[in-house]
């Protein structure tokens, strides 16, 4: 099933790159399924420029049937067969090499290659292919850039497979003898192999037509098991909305007939953009109001986009090699937030991403896991789907795109798509294309892409009045990080506007500029160096600057601001994502005060200016409710020296209650009665952006009035009309150890025994009981007979949500989370190692922690990291862990 290797794990380097030795120009495939045992045909049509170097095909636990070249079966003495690799002798340019192996899919629990998804009786195959489980299906030169056209036939029994699926359009089908039955897909479009997949099984269907811009017919089809089928609904639409705004932003249009789209509720990952044939974790693509968040809706349309728009920014243009993974990722994910912008609020989505890269990507930038957006070496390249692949590399196509703008980086994305459509390109290809299409070398990015660490910009302004001048000086930093002891300065674009203490934007003139914009109150001037100062003219008295506007940096900004200007921005600021930004700020630095005891300055800012806007009926409700929310824990963490996860839990308790007490209790139930008048199922702006506050209302009433705010959450349970509503109240209840909180539980899980998606926040939501007794809860729901370490959602509601969103819980200074955690993961690792290595990482900021908790958390790494006979993908992890 995976590779196991007690010793170290070969390192795979960037710069070891080579050109492969062999191509295939041409795979037939064909599948004779079975549960237990499938067989796999492949005819591969071979093309090598030179044929001095040995045909080398890799292939991980086949079940080597026959072997023939041109026509004739291979002798023993003629192929090797060991460590992955298949070695055949005596091919030459336009040799056909045939296979036939078995494979075992229901005994495939790591859910990479093909396996079955659900009870054995019931359930469906798949494959999972990208980035190296195809060599877990066939012999194939497995590697990106290899790209061939496919024909896949697919024979099996009608009876228990009636739905057979793979990428491409179709080409026919029929009937077989004994009740067999088979179907033909040709892809005429050259993919990589990590783009093929396959489906088969009792499926169920939506269809809808659509037509392209050009005219093109497309018929989409969206697959799932019957209990699943009338919850496809939303995705079908966010689809058709996707494929409509590429071709409007980007002008790409859709290049098949048929486009398929299947969810399992087995699945490692989000979502998989197979060459049209996407496989979805049911998660990202089943919604209804009774079982789904709004949250979890927004969650489908950016996953059905992002998915949809990699047909371009990675199918048609592929990766030439892993390293550059986040050439269709980084991208892929930047056009889903552009799309998902589009659709609802731009402020909104902006500080949605911002929120999740400083808690998630900046601490993995901060750690013993750092690496840079395209890594130079790696052991697992499964390890590298990270944040910062994926989030960093957004921010920095959002940089190049905000350098370009709009116009030129249309005008870049053409060149680019054009160039390199049919081809697997490099990060260099993507800066070239956009960077001659404009007349700019952009090559001064690409550090970026090879650095790791957040950089640190120190901001310093000075005002001369007898000039009117005002002078910002700009400084960078970027710590070490492994492998990584000096940082050089990047490109850092900063996107400023001054404001009067009055509140208003000053024009800003710089000196030495060009062609000053006239009347311009908002500019980006790029720090390329350490250091560098920029004066702005005709200042009529001293300004608060607005830096970073729209976070036009993957940066961490330190400005000694005085709170009042930080409140003045929060008050003042016109832009959304600024305010919320500005009040960020001013809420890391009330909590200062708490855990100093020195001043309450920013306390009483903070809270005195989200008091006013708190009454301000203008105010957009959504936009209000993340207003009230101060950084989380993991930001809080960040700026510790040595974290105590329970202390900064406690600060931060106390930062609301502050908060809740300025707004006060009667203000509070006034507006916590006014929203929960509307009781509509509505998904508009508007419904969601009251849910989104009054769930927020409720959570501060709860800081100062436990008891109140508990008799309020089980009224909303009881009465909720849809799952936003319903479990908004659950949480409060289980946060706030109510004595409702059972009852509310016992009768969640009645109604939802038969939901997946839904009994999966019934587990996650009681890993958020607060203080160290978490663990107890989390050992009863390990015995829960609906918990199974076979199925990575429900693993990551327990496991990773517990370690993860509970810091305060998990970080018992005992050390009995650590090892229970440890314990769990050798466990999951004999069966997923996929999921296990990534569930790792919840150990990341160990070496932070306080010293008695970092001891322990130390010995439970390093427990794992001598435990025999673990995967190579938990292994790099735990090894990098120790090392960093
Ligand atoms: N390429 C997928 C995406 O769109 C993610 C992915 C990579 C994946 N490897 C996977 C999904 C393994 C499932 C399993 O981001
Ligand atoms: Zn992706």
């Not at 914009?517 to 607005?546: I, K, M």
Request: proline fraction near 6%; aromatic fraction near 8%; include cysteine.
């Amino acid at each position: 099933m995976t590779t196991r290797s007690d010793a170290s794990s070969p390192l795979i380097r960037l710069d070891d790159y080579r050109a492969p030795a062999w191509r295939v120009a041409k795979v037939e495939l064909a599948f004779d399924l079975d549960i237990d045992a499938a067989e796999v045909s492949a005819r591969l049509h071979l093309h090598a420029p030179t044929d001095d170097q040995p045909l080398r095909l890799d292939g991980e636990n086949l079940e080597l049937l026959a072997i023939a070249l041109d026509g004739q079966p291979l002798p023993e003495g003629r192929w090797r067969y060991a460590d992955g690799v298949l070695e055949v002798d005596g091919a030459r340019d336009g040799s056909v090499l045939e296979t036939r192996v078995r494979v075992k899919p229901a005994a495939n629990t790591a859910l990479e290659g093909l396996y079955l998804s659900g009870p054995r009786e019931s359930g469906f195959l798949l494959t999972q292919c990208e980035a190296e489980g195809f060599r877990h299906i066939t012999f194939f030169p497995d590697r990106p850039d290899v790209l061939a056209s496919y024909t896949v036939t697919l024979r099996a029994d009608r009876e228990r497979f009636p739905v057979l699926l793979a990428g491409g359009d179709p080409d026919g089908h029929g009937e077989l003898e004994g009740g067999r039955h088979w179907a033909r897909f040709v892809d005429p479009h050259p993919k990589p192999s990590y783009l093929f997949a396959l489906v088969a099984g009792r499926l169920q269907k939506i269809e809808r037509d659509y037509v392209t811009g050009s005219g093109r017919a497309v018929k989409l089809v969206i697959w799932a098991e019957a209990d699943a089928i009338d919850r496809c609904g939303y995705a079908m639409d966010a689809l058709e909305r996707a494929m409509r705004w590429d071709e409007q932003a980007y002008g790409r249009e859709y290049d098949l007939g048929v486009f398929h789209v299947v969810a399992t509720h087995d699945f490692n990952m989000g979502a998989m953009e197979n060459k049209g044939l996407n496989i979805f974790n049911a998660k990202y693509l089943l919604a209804d109001p009774d079982s789904s968040t709004d949250e979890e809706y927004r969650a489908v349309e950016a996953v059905v986009a992002h998915e949809y728009f990699h047909n371009w920014s990675g199918n048609r243009v592929t990766c030439r090699d892993w390293f550059q993974l986040s050439l269709k990722e980084g991208l892929t994910v930047f056009r889903e937030q552009q799309f998902s912008a589009d659709m609802n609020s731009p402020a909104l989505k902006r500080i949605e991403d911002v929120a999740l890269l400083r808690r998630a990507q900046f601490p993995e930038d901060a750690g013993p896991l750092a690496h840079p957006v395209r890594p130079a070496q790696y052991s697992e390249i499964n390890n590298f789907y990270t944040a910062t692949v994926y989030e960093k590399g957004a921010e920095l196509v959002r940089m190049i795109a905000g350098h370009l703008g709009r116009e030129g980086f249309r005008r870049g994305m053409d060149r680019y798509f054009e160039r390199h459509d049919g081809h697997a390109a490099t990060l260099e290809d993507f800066l070239g294309a956009l960077g001659e299409a404009n007349g700019i070398d952009l090559a001064p990015y690409l550090a970026w892409y090879a650095q790791a660490g957040t950089p640190r910009l120190a901001a310093r302004g000075h005002y001369d009045a007898a000039r009117r001048t005002y002078t910002l000086t700009l400084a960078q930093h970027t710590a070490p990080t492994p492998g990584q002891p000096d940082k050089r300065p990047l490109p850092i674009p900063v996107k400023l506007a001054l404001f009067d203490r009055a509140g208003h934007r000053l024009p800003l003139r710089v000196a030495g500029d060009a062609a000053p914009e006239a009347g311009a109150t908002e500019r980006v001037v790029v720090l390329d160096r350490a250091e560098q100062s920029f004066v702005f003219e005709d200042v009529p008295g001293v300004p608060v600057p607005s830096l970073l506007r729209g976070f036009s940096a993957p940066v961490i900004l330190e400005c000694d601001y005085a709170p009042d200007e930080l409140a003045l921005l929060l008050r003042h600021d016109a832009d959304g994502f600024n305010r919320w930004e500005a009040g960020q700020q001013l809420a890391a630095r009330a909590y200062d005060n708490l855990r100093d005891g020195v001043g309450t300055e920013a306390l009483d800012a903070w809270c005195d200016a989200l008091e006013a806007l708190f009454n301000d009926t203008a105010l957009d409700e959504a936009l209000l409710a993340d207003l009230l929310t101060p950084p989380g824990e993991i930001e809080l963490a960040e700026r510790e020296r040595q974290v105590d996860p329970s202390h900064v839990h406690a600060l931060r308790q106390q930062l609301q209650e502050h908060l809740a007490l300025r707004i006060g209790r009667e203000s509070l139930q006034q507006r916590y009665e006014a929203l929960a008048a509307h009781t509509s199922l509505a998904l508009d702006a508007a419904a969601q952006a009251q849910r989104r506050l009054k769930r927020r209302v409720l959570e501060l009433i709860a800081r100062i009035d436990p008891w109140g705010a508990h008799q309020l959450a089980i009224l909303q349970y009881d009465n909720a009309p849809g799952m936003t509503d319903r479990l908004a109240a659950l949480g409060v209840l289980v946060r706030g150890n109510a004595p409702q909180a059972r009852a509310a539980l016992l009768h969640f899980r009645e109604r939802y025994a038969d939901n997946p998606l839904a009994m999966d926040k019934w587990f996650s939501v009681q890993t958020q009981l607060p203080g160290e007794v978490v663990l107890d809860r989390v050992r009863e729901l390990e015995n829960d007979p609906a918990f199974t370490l076979k199925n990575p959602n429900r693993v990551n509601a327990l496991f990773g949500a517990w370690a993860r969103n509970n810091p305060d819980g998990f970080h018992r200074p005992d050390g009995s989370g650590y090892q229970w955690l440890a314990e769990r993961l050798r466990l999951l690792d004999a069966l997923n190692p996929q999921v296990s290595a990534r569930l790792g990482t919840a150990f990341n900021g160990w070496q932070r922690l306080e010293p008695v908790r970092r001891a322990a958390a130390r010995a439970a790494i390093a427990s794992l990291a001598e435990s025999s006979g673990l995967s190579r993908n938990l292994g790099e992890i735990v090894q990098s862990m120790l090392r960093g």
